[in-house]
């Protein structure tokens, strides 16, 4: 069974700094990409980066401009996904969501860990 657990939301005020942890089982030496989305409420869930396995990386225009040294990274011996962050902002504030794609094209999804950016 696939699990994805992701970690590493919270509270933070304008301007700081949080990084993002996804972990997942059960899908050893099939991933392909793996990433974080978003979604505000009232909105629909929104691509914020991916990295494909051999480290290519993509970010949303949305993001690219503001967070400029934050980068997602992955671990293929862990199976692991990380989203810095940086120069956070209020309009950044969402539910993250780790996602998956593996070899086969399915998708996968954690439950989302909360990101609440104060002014």
């Known amino acids: 069974q696939v699990q994805l657990v992701e970690s590493g939301g919270g509270l933070v005020q304008a301007g700081g700094s949080l990084r993002l942890s996804c972990a997942a089982s059960?899908?050893?030496?099939?991933?392909?990409?793996m990433g974080w989305y978003r979604q505000a409420p009232g909105k629909q869930r929104e691509l914020v980066a991916t990295i494909t396995c051999v480290g290519k990386r993509n970010y949303a225009d949305s993001v690219q401009g503001r967070f400029t040294i934050s980068t997602i990274s992955r671990d293929n011996a862990k199976n692991t996904v990380n989203l810095q962050m940086n120069n956070l902002e209020p309009e950044d504030t969402a539910g993250y969501y780790c996602?998956?794609?593996?070899?086969?094209?399915?998708?996968?999804w954690g439950q989302g860990t909360q990101v609440t950016v104060s002014s």
């Open positions: 059960g899908i050893a030496f099939r991933i392909n990409v």
């Open positions: 996602n998956v794609n593996d070899i086969f094209g399915d998708d996968y």
